[in-house]
C-alpha cells in the first residue's frame, strides 16, 4: 500500500520569500512522485515528477524537488515567492508494484502576502 | 492541442435523477481515470481504465458507474445520485501509471 502526507493545509509565504511544501510519502516498491498544481477553477497540471533518475528535479515556474529516500520525502521548494504562486499543491505517488491507482495527499493551499 | 474535456462543467440536480458526466481525450492515451476532489480529503480516484473494456474500483466506487467502449471517451455514470456525490470531479488520462495524469477542467456536482 502506498500513502501520502503533506504537512500543513495552509502555507503561508510574503512575496520574495522561500516556499517550502512538505510531502513524505510511504511506499512498498520504488515510488514514482509527481507534484500538481491547482489555479482556482482549474484542473491540476503538473509541476514536476520523480521517475527515478536524479534525485533533484526541476519542474516549471522556478519550483523544483528533492528525493530523499532515507526521509521518504519529496518536498517542493521555489526560492523567491511570487503572487501568482498562490495555488493548491498536491503531491501524489504512484509504484509498479500494484494496480494504477495514484495516491494524492490532502494538498497544501499556498498564500503569498505582498 | 493535447486535452481532456468533461461536460458538463456545471451541473445541479436532484436526488434519484440519472446524469453522465461525459470524458473525451484526444491524446491516445491507454489509461483514463475518475477523481473526486472534496474540501480536507483532496483527490479520491472512483474508478479508473487500463484500455478499452478493462475498468476497475478505484478508492470510492460506490455509487458510480463507468465504461470504455472506446480509447478516448470515459463517461462517468450516476445511477441514482445522492447529496453525499456533490463534489468537483476530475477525468484523468495518462501514458501509463508512471506517468503524467492530465487532467480535465472539472465538472462541478450539485445534488440536492
Known amino acids: 500500500a502506498q500513502s501520502v502526507t503533506q504537512l500543513g493545509s495552509h502555507v503561508s509565504v510574503s512575496e520574495g520569500a522561500l516556499v517550502l511544501l512538505r510531502c513524505n510519502y510511504s511506499s512498498s516498491v520504488p515510488p514514482y512522485l509527481f507534484w500538481y498544481v491547482q489555479y482556482p477553477n482549474q484542473g491540476l497540471q503538473l509541476l514536476l515528477k520523480y521517475t527515478s533518475a536524479a534525485t533533484l528535479v526541476k519542474g516549471i515556474n522556478g519550483f523544483e524537488a528533492e528525493f530523499k529516500k532515507s526521509e521518504t520525502s519529496f518536498h517542493l521548494t521555489k526560492p523567491s515567492a511570487h503572487m501568482s504562486d498562490a495555488a493548491e499543491y498536491f503531491c501524489?505517488?504512484?509504484?509498479?508494484?500494484?494496480?494504477?491507482?495514484?495516491?494524492f495527499g490532502r494538498g497544501t493551499s499556498l498564500i503569498v502576502h505582498p | 492541442e493535447a486535452q481532456v474535456t468533461q461536460n458538463p462543467r456545471y451541473l445541479i440536480t436532484v436526488t434519484g435523477k440519472k446524469l453522465t458526466v461525459t470524458c473525451s481525450q484526444n491524446m491516445n492515451h491507454e489509461y483514463m481515470s475518475w477523481y473526486r476532489q472534496d474540501p480536507g480529503l483532496g483527490l479520491r480516484q472512483i474508478y479508473y481504465s487500463m484500455n478499452v473494456e478493462v475498468t476497475d474500483k478505484g478508492d470510492v466506487p460506490e455509487g458510480y458507474k463507468v465504461s470504455r467502449k472506446e480509447k478516448r471517451n470515459f463517461p462517468l455514470i450516476l445511477e441514482s445520485p445522492s447529496p453525499n456525490q456533490t463534489s468537483l470531479y476530475f477525468c484523468?488520462?495518462?501514458?501509463?501509471?508512471?506517468?503524467?495524469?492530465?487532467f480535465g477542467e472539472g465538472s462541478r456536482l450539485t445534488v440536492l
Open positions: 484523468t488520462s495518462s501514458v501509463g501509471f508512471t506517468g503524467e495524469l492530465f
Open positions: 501524489a505517488v504512484t509504484s509498479s508494484g500494484g494496480s494504477y491507482i495514484p495516491t
